[in-house]
């Protein structure tokens, strides 16, 4: 099998072509990115040269540069990744965000049809279910929650799942989404929390936390996302939703507070800031669909994956460091 993975540069995508290569040597791994700031292509050296694994600069919502490609590769399948993601630059510049999220996505769903009905997965963020009260430990997300969402980053997934789904139900196009919780992992971007705490800390600068730090986040490992995504392309049912949940809420304090311990730094490098606009309270999946259906769980203990994560960030000075100035 051909496999084109939209947005491969970036932090999950990348992780997803490393796991895929490796338990699927068969296959073909055709990447496209437009290596955005977001982008690096730093993080695909160590599979540039494999035989099987080909990458392409290039714009999801570039028609001609899409339907070039896939006359080129014939891919019998597309995952999806290729996103603006940072919710607070979608506050601040909404229109990139339905430009890539909405109509990238569109380009890809019409290339799709054209190319006689390709498998096409878009993976998606559980943010398009907007939050759940903090005093509610209870609830949880299902794929039968109404879609909320709180930013304009949201907004433009939630767009771009339903553009997908209507193109199952209108052309018959073969299609699944999926909706993850927060990922964290080695080669994050360092505007993300987890890897923003980790560079911060290690350079001596304060640990900015929005509010009272009490919003709270179910953290997923990104190989345990890669794993769940590998068991929906080869058994998911076209036309489905499918959550995939980490099982480890915690507030963003107690992930800063974890950092500190884990790095040494003193308390008072922690500070309160003021919150972001329409700051979402608290995200938690129920992702039994996705485990009942297609046999999948999470293997990796969040205090594991978050001593792996650390230990990779401090290996790795090459790798973010020219990433992190303005972070």
Excluded at 44 to 57: E, I, K, T, Y
Excluded at 87 to 108: C, H, K, M, Y
Excluded at 113 to 119: E, L, M, P, Q
Excluded at 219 to 226: G, K, S
Aim: hydrophobic share 40%; with cysteine.
């Amino acid at each position: 099998m051909t496999l084109l993975v939209t947005g491969g540069a970036g932090f999950i995508g990348s992780n997803f072509i490393f796991y895929w290569l490796k338990h699927h040597p068969e296959d073909q791994v055709v990447c496209l990115d437009k290596l955005t700031y977001a982008g690096n292509l730093a993080t695909l050296v160590p599979v540039m040269d494999h035989p099987s694994f080909r990458f392409v600069r290039g714009d999801i919502c570039d028609r001609a540069a899409v339907k070039r490609l896939f006359e080129e590769e014939q891919p019998q399948a597309v995952i999806n990744f290729a996103a603006e993601s940072h919710v607070d630059r979608s506050i601040q510049a909404p229109e990139v965000f339905l430009q890539t999220n909405v109509l990238g996505t569109q380009v890809l769903l019409d290339a799709c049809c054209a190319h006689g009905g390709v498998r096409f997965h878009q993976v998606s963020t559980d943010e398009v279910y907007g939050d759940l009260p903090l005093d509610r430990p209870d609830l949880l997300f299902t794929e039968e929650s109404p879609l909320r969402p709180s930013s304009p980053y949201s907004a433009s997934k939630a767009g771009a799942d339903l553009l997908a789904l209507a193109y199952f139900r209108t052309y018959g196009l073969p299609v699944t989404v999926s909706r993850c919780s927060n990922n964290y992992g080695p080669y994050q971007f360092p505007e993300k929390l987890i890897p923003r705490m980790i560079v911060r800390a290690l350079a001596g600068k304060t640990l900015p936390v929005y509010g009272r730090g009490e919003n709270v986040r179910d953290w997923l490992h990104v190989d345990d996302h890669c794993a769940a995504l590998d068991a929906i392309l080869q058994r998911g049912v076209a036309g489905e939703v499918y959550n995939i949940g980490g099982r480890s809420e915690r507030t963003n304090l107690e992930i800063v507070g974890l950092i500190c311990h884990r790095l040494d730094v003193p308390p008072e490098q922690v500070v309160h800031v003021a919150d972001r606009k329409g700051h979402d309270k608290r995200y938690a999946i129920d992702s039994g669909k996705l485990s009942s259906q297609l046999g999948w769980q999470p293997q990796v203990s969040f205090d594991q994956g978050m001593d792996e994560t650390i230990n990779w960030y401090l290996d790795h000075r090459y790798w973010w460091e020219p990433l992190a100035e303005d972070v």
